[in-house]
């Protein structure tokens, strides 16, 4: 599985963004599909994930202002940021996880810049 990152950039507090993760190689709709974000100096962490059913979850510090789905015939998974802080400034990753056989895979990143 490749997963090829677009859409991040440079933008002001309170605006939005959308990303995009292109995948090839395996069976796109039978994966578990999540970004994640990592800041300088901090571990990486959970964005937003969307499973092969289309349920969704994210944690509190982005709830209501970002929204993540999946066009399983594109191969495609976006995430919508809207209303950005400074503190969502980080580098961007598209993840899979697929079932079966099990494995992970990841992006190359895309950088998100929210100036204050």
């Known amino acids: 599985v490749q997963l090829v990152e677009s859409g991040g950039g440079l933008v002001q507090t309170g605006g939005s963004l959308t990303l995009s993760c292109a995948a090839s190689g395996g069976i796109f709709s039978a994966n578990t599909m999540g970004w994640y974000r990592q800041a300088p100096g901090k571990q990486r962490e959970l964005v937003a994930v969307?499973?092969?059913?289309?349920?969704?979850n994210y944690p509190d510090s982005v709830k209501g202002r970002f929204t993540i789905s999946r066009d399983n015939a594109a191969k495609t998974v976006s995430l919508h940021m809207n209303s950005l802080k400074p503190e969502d400034t980080a580098v961007y990753y598209c993840n899979a996880r697929v079932p079966f056989p099990r494995n992970e895979y990841w992006g190359q990143g895309t950088q998100v810049t929210v100036s204050s």
């Open positions: 969307i499973s092969s059913g289309g349920s969704t």
